[in-house]
């Protein structure tokens, strides 16, 4: 089992749920609106799901205070991916073609993925919001606050992110894994 990132539709990080550690990539999270229908909807049509998020299983890089992740950059890699992939089987069956013909040909094709983009998280303050947040000097009583309140928040996240890890153990054990 791994970490992924909840996010909201913009990519900024707002939750950590526990995955399978086979699970990579973006999965777009969907909720069914539960508004009060319209008095011209039919009893048995349903609302439409509305994209409310995503869940990333790509691993966030330290030292980002408020990590998004470049979903633009994302979408372009996984573009890339496909293309490779389309490329290799046109050039697979244009090998296996030739070899069914009996004609001359070279070592078989070799699929190469693209390399996966270094910069799929990115801050999500700006330098101007990074620098008040770290800037030195006397904080006022409400900053000490915040700041405490961060970080009583983090550890509680952590504790709560530690306690489903556990959980998670003690259910596998009892279903009689390992």
Known sequence: MKEAI???????????????????????????????????????????PVLVGYRVAVPVPAGLFKPHFDLVTWNAWQDAVLEAQSDYADELHDWREQWAEGEKQGPEPVYTPPVQPDNLWVEGLTPEEIAELTKPGEQTEVEKLKFENEALKKLIEDKDRENKNALFEIYSILLGGE
Not at 6 to 24: H, K, M, P, Q, R
Not at 28 to 43: C, F, G, K, V
């Open 6 to 48: 909840i996010t909201d539709i913009n990519g900024l990080y707002t939750d950590v749920t526990i995955v399978s550690d086979a699970e990579f990539g973006v999965t777009q999270l969907y909720e069914i609106p539960t508004s009060e229908y319209d008095h011209d909807t039919p009893a048995h049509e349903t609302p439409e």
